[in-house]
């Protein structure tokens, strides 16, 4: 049920590159209008980190994953009968609720259930198997959509989703929750450690930043910019965001393994995740220098290099109790998801301000957005390279 939760929380996160298009024409929505109404999801699923966090510590991942799978099943339904942009905002903001415990839950059970020493591994598994649902949401939406249209795409989905949350609830007897019986107060004060620990921020936020950058594109402006820079036709755009995402389970399925294995040759558990971040950011120079020249390679790269940094949250973890796993995870979560609602809706911001000719955006707009957040991605992580270059190898 974690695993395939996740799958449901990547699903609906990225099905707006595909119906996107589909709502700005039927509901006459401008690229400021679809920025927000896509990073809506982002927004509550950012803000509800905390809270989740702590009720994982204090319950365990089997109610906590139940409860939010129910959640992602009324959203899907409020935005499957929707005709409005408020009520398509109800619905978006349900599921990125819904969703928004679906990996924390996965990492929590991951984490009370298997060995200390192939942590990493089995998150990468973990992962992989829930990163499907963004191949899902992909070439497969596109042809569900055409077979029985988006709105019943999404209720099919919606109750998929919520069959699942009660196979979810049915494993609450296997749970030990690591800070059963602690107050309110108590796991507030554990949150206050954790975003007062200098070490979170020098090991979290620029893999978050790196990480928010490509969901804001994976869920929406990468199928913008296939049709209007790229030149790519509908068909040819859905099948690069089928391989982007199977890309994106590559990553998931061999970062971790990789990460155990060189922590236990005496790499430093810092290296793999600063390669990451770095090739990462060679291959958004390459789409930006040249956007035609095989795409379907390029954003494969992109999406393997951004999705093999979930070691940090092992790594991060490692740095606090076992009672404040769950909380120290989802705070690093946050930190993604909130750069992921700023940068998608910033993109959009942005290209509001050029010109839109045939529904289609303007190149320049394009390029303003994403050179500065090139940028940033590039001071942060020498920022972060030389706070930890000095990190020694762990022994053994």
């Not at 196979?167 to 954790?194: E, H, Y």
């Not at 040249?290 to 954003?299: F, M, R, V």
Request: hydrophobic share 55%.
């Amino acid at each position: 049920p974690f695993v395939f939760g996740y799958f449901w929380s990547y699903f609906f996160r990225n099905i707006n590159a595909v119906v996107g298009p589909l709502l700005a024409g039927e509901f006459a929505l401008g690229p400021r209008e679809l920025g927000m109404l896509t990073a809506t999801y982002f927004l509550t699923f950012a803000a509800a980190q905390i809270p989740i966090g702590m009720a994982l510590d204090r319950f365990g991942p089997s109610r906590v994953c139940g409860a939010l799978l129910l959640t992602i099943g009324a959203g899907a339904t409020v935005f499957g009968f929707a005709h409005g942009m408020g009520e398509m905002i109800v619905g978006r903001a349900l599921l990125g609720l819904g969703a928004a415990g679906m990996l924390m839950s996965c990492l929590s059970a991951v984490s009370m259930w298997t060995p200390q020493a192939q942590v990493a591994t089995y998150i990468g598994f973990a992962t992989a198997v829930g990163g499907t649902g963004a191949i899902a949401a992909a070439t497969p939406v596109q042809l569900a959509v055409e077979a029985i249209g988006w709105r019943n795409t999404f209720l099919v989905g919606a109750s998929l989703a919520a069959t699942l949350g009660f196979a979810a609830l049915a494993t609450a007897r296997w749970v030990r929750p690591n800070a059963a019986g602690q107050s309110l107060a108590q796991l507030l004060q554990g949150v206050r450690i954790i975003y007062s620990n200098r070490r979170f921020w020098v090991l979290g936020i620029t893999p978050s930043i790196l990480l928010g950058v490509f969901l804001s594109f994976q869920s929406l402006w990468a199928a913008t910019w296939l049709r209007d820079v790229a030149g790519l036709e509908r068909i040819a755009v859905s099948n690069v965001l089928t391989i982007l995402n199977v890309s994106m389970v590559v990553g998931f399925f061999t970062c971790g393994l990789i990460s155990d294995r060189l922590v236990a040759r005496g790499w430093a558990p810092i290296t793999p995740v600063k390669l990451s971040i770095a090739l990462g950011l060679v291959a958004q120079v390459v789409i930006m220098l040249a956007p035609g020249w095989l795409p379907t390679l390029t954003w494969a790269v992109y999406a393997y290099a951004a999705n093999s940094m979930l070691p940090m949250f092992a790594i991060v973890g490692r740095e606090f109790s076992s009672a404040l796993t769950g909380r120290a995870n989802t705070c690093l979560n946050l930190l993604c998801f909130a750069a992921a609602f700023i940068t998608q809706w910033l993109i959009g911001a942005i290209l509001n301000l050029y010109p839109v000719l045939d529904g289609r955006y303007d190149t320049q707009g394009y390029y303003t957005a994403w050179i500065t957040l090139v940028a940033l991605q590039i001071v942060l992580l020498l920022r972060m390279h030389l706070a930890t270059r000095t990190q020694p190898a762990p022994a053994g």
